[in-house]
């Protein structure tokens, strides 16, 4: 059985920081791009970071390009996202999700975790 868990979310002070993590199990690991999306209020899901199976290339949205970093332990079948410079824009729910590298596989959705950004 697959499980994808989101942890690290809760309140953010503005310009602080916040880590995501995202465990995984009953997959294999390496063999999965691992992505970040997040879900404003009365908005769909967008994508916000990936980072490939073997950690090798990784992609940021526009807004948070600079303050933010991806990356996976694959000894650890975890992937994290790295939030600094919070601000009230990031309020949102973030959701982890599995992408295998094969396309004719299953991709996975973690619950999703809310991060609140407020002083």
């Known amino acids: 059985q697959v499980q994808i868990v989101e942890s690290g979310g809760g309140l953010g002070q503005p310009g602080g920081s916040l880590r995501l993590s995202c465990a995984t199990s009953?997959?294999?690991?390496?063999?999965?791009?691992m992505t970040w999306y997040r879900q404003l209020p009365h908005t769909s899901r967008g994508l916000i970071a990936a980072?490939?199976?073997?950690?090798?290339?990784?992609y940021y949205a526009d807004f948070i390009k600079g303050r933010s970093t991806i990356s996976r332990d694959n000894a650890k079948n975890t992937m994290y996202l790295q939030l600094n410079n919070l601000k009230p824009d990031d309020t949102a729910v973030y959701y982890c999700?599995?992408?295998?590298?094969?396309?004719?596989?299953?991709?996975?959705w973690g619950q999703g975790i809310q991060v609140t950004v407020s002083s």
């Open positions: 999700n599995a992408d295998p590298v094969n396309e004719h596989e299953e991709s996975y």
């Open positions: 009953g997959l294999t690991f390496t063999k999965y791009t």
């Open positions: 980072i490939t199976a073997t950690g090798d290339s990784t």
